[in-house]
């Protein structure tokens, strides 16, 4: 018969030898640094992303990580803030580098630019007899800001206008102002 101080011996050797043989070979194949495989590269570094959402209803928020934000004051969260703020900064400057500048000589000389722009339109909407805009002007606000008056509606910003193809029109007229085209 075997003596039991022998056989807890012997299963304590087995323990050790077992746990030896699973640390080398955890080492063999890399799971000792972090479950990571050897030689393969780090994992991607990944950041949250900031987003511009229009809502059904028009309103804008912003959406870092999985939160919306109404107004930028709901932002408590510093890292959030910061990304948002670099994301901000980055969008400022494709700006500066997309928008051209006006020419010079409609800063200068001749009608306001709003006559100008009216000038284009008018000249793009004869152009495009099958549009159903014949009631649409260009015009200076008593403030001094550009209004586009369709019918009796005014509104101030291309954006505002309800109509696709009459946005598309007057991004075209204001572009072909930009670009300096000759004015009828």
Same mark, same amino acid.
């Given at each position: 018969?075997?003596?039991?101080?022998?056989?807890?011996?012997?299963?304590?050797?087995?323990?050790?030898?077992?746990?030896?043989?699973?640390?080398?070979?955890?080492?063999?194949?890399?799971?000792?640094?972090?479950?990571?495989?050897?030689?393969?590269?780090?994992?991607?570094?990944?950041?949250?992303?900031?987003?511009?959402?229009?809502? @059904? $209803? !028009? +309103?804008?928020? =912003?959406? *870092? /990580?999985? &939160? %919306? #934000?109404?107004?930028?004051?709901?932002?408590?969260?510093?890292?959030?803030?910061?990304?948002?703020?670099?994301?901000?900064?980055?969008?400022?400057?494709?700006?500066?580098?997309?928008?051209?500048?006006?020419?010079?000589?409609?800063?200068?000389?001749?009608?306001?630019?709003?006559?100008?722009?009216?000038?284009?339109?008018?000249?793009?909407?004869?152009?495009?007899?099958?549009?159903?805009?014949?009631?649409?002007?260009?015009?200076?606000? @008593? $403030? !001094? +800001?550009?209004? =586009?008056? *369709? /019918?009796? &509606? %005014? #509104?101030?910003?291309?954006?505002?206008?309800?109509?696709?193809?009459?946005?598309?029109?007057?991004?075209?007229?204001?572009?072909?102002?930009?670009?300096?085209?000759?004015?009828?």
């Amino acid at each position: 018969m075997v003596s039991l101080e022998l056989v807890y011996y012997f299963a304590g050797g087995a323990l050790i030898v077992g746990l030896l043989f699973g640390i080398a070979l955890g080492f063999a194949l890399g799971v000792g640094r972090g479950g990571e495989p050897a030689g393969a590269p780090p994992p991607p570094r990944t950041e949250t992303g900031v987003a511009m959402i229009r809502e @059904p $209803d !028009g +309103t804008w928020r =912003i959406e *870092v /990580g999985k &939160q %919306r #934000y109404r107004h930028l004051r709901e932002i408590h969260d510093h890292r959030a803030a910061m990304l948002v703020l670099e994301a901000m900064q980055a969008l400022q400057a494709m700006l500066r580098e997309s928008t051209p500048a006006l020419p010079a000589e409609s800063r200068l000389q001749g009608p306001a630019p709003a006559e100008q722009l009216d000038r284009i339109l008018q000249e793009l909407l004869r152009e495009h007899p099958e549009l159903p805009y014949r009631a649409v002007r260009l015009e200076t606000l @008593p $403030d !001094g +800001t550009l209004g =586009i008056l *369709v /019918g009796t &509606q %005014r #509104y101030q910003r291309v954006e505002d206008v309800p109509d696709p193809e009459l946005r598309a029109l007057l991004r075209e007229a204001i572009q072909r102002w930009l670009q300096g085209s000759p004015r009828p």
